[in-house]
């Protein structure tokens, strides 16, 4: 049975926290390095919900994309959602690591674990990290579908095969328009249109797309806009993550027992279609 440290050591050589961006917070959060690992748990989001399963689970370590403290922080009270987190997880001797932005660049990384999941083709980075000279790692990913589809079979295809969400999926573009090739990037990814475009694919999906970037990128090409949930483009990578560890794992001889968790940490609960007769807005 592997340490922890051990353990860790094989995370950050599947996800080095050198490359994650400088204003991120990756890494071990609390755990202690000489304890023993038997099970993991994987998940995006180090919430209360995640942290009371790892505890039912019987879990040693909690994988988690998104970090905790990604802003800091001078205390870790029980009385805060976050120091209660902490306390839990340390009472109950499970250790957390974050692997975020060091994930999401990673070969592969978030956004291959989208591709797979929208069973898209995979032909590279959509903004190439130029330390790779493989040139396979990077930011989001181009891709290419097996068979032209329409925008809105294209969205139907999002929605029939990412986790469901309250949200579902948006589309800004023509319903109609033909869609060969592909940018994905798990995660909010509006600040990335200008790359998109140059890439010069027919669609971009991605999350948390807001009304003001995504009007001045319709106004600027063709480009349709498809837009999920967060949490439902970065969970597919969980289940990547795991079976990477697994792999580790087997090559060791460590017996770990990987779990992804299925409990859906979106915060969005809701929806509630606009049904109403179409007119124009009171103001």
Not at 246 to 265: K, M, N, P, Q
Request: hydrophobic share 40%.
């Amino acid at each position: 049975m592997p340490r922890l440290s051990e353990v860790i050591a094989a995370l950050d050589a599947l996800w080095p926290p050198a490359r994650a961006e400088q204003w991120d917070a990756v890494g071990t959060v609390c755990g202690d390095p000489d304890a023993e690992v038997s099970r993991v748990l994987f998940a995006v989001d180090p919430v209360q919900e995640i942290a009371d399963e790892a505890v039912k689970l019987g879990a040693d370590l909690l994988v988690t994309h998104h970090p905790l403290y990604l802003r800091g922080t001078t205390t870790v009270s029980a009385g805060t959602f976050k120091g209660r987190v902490v306390h839990t997880l340390i009472k109950h001797d499970i250790a957390l690591h974050v692997a975020h932005t060091n994930a999401d660049t990673a070969d592969p990384g978030v956004s291959d674990a989208l591709a797979g999941a929208l069973d898209l083709r995979v032909t590279g980075p959509l903004v190439p990290d130029p330390t790779d000279p493989s040139g396979r790692r990077g930011l989001g990913r181009i891709c290419e579908l097996d068979h032209p589809e329409t925008l809105r079979e294209f969205a139907a295809r999002a929605a029939a095969r990412l986790p469901r969400t309250a949200q579902g999926i948006r589309a800004a573009g023509d319903p109609d328009a033909l869609i060969r090739t592909v940018a994905v990037s798990g995660g909010s990814g509006d600040s990335l249109f200008e790359q998109v475009r140059a890439a010069g694919v027919d669609a971009f999906l991605t999350a948390d797309l807001r009304h003001h970037p995504v009007s001045e990128a319709r106004a600027q090409s063709s480009l349709a806009l498809v837009d999920a949930a967060h949490w439902a483009t970065e969970w597919p990578w969980c289940e990547q993550a795991a079976a990477e560890l697994d792999a580790v794992s087997e090559r060791h001889g460590w017996g770990l027992r990987t779990h992804v968790s299925r409990t859906v940490t979106d915060p969005w609960t809701a929806h509630a279609p606009s049904d109403a007769p179409s007119q124009s807005p009171s103001l």
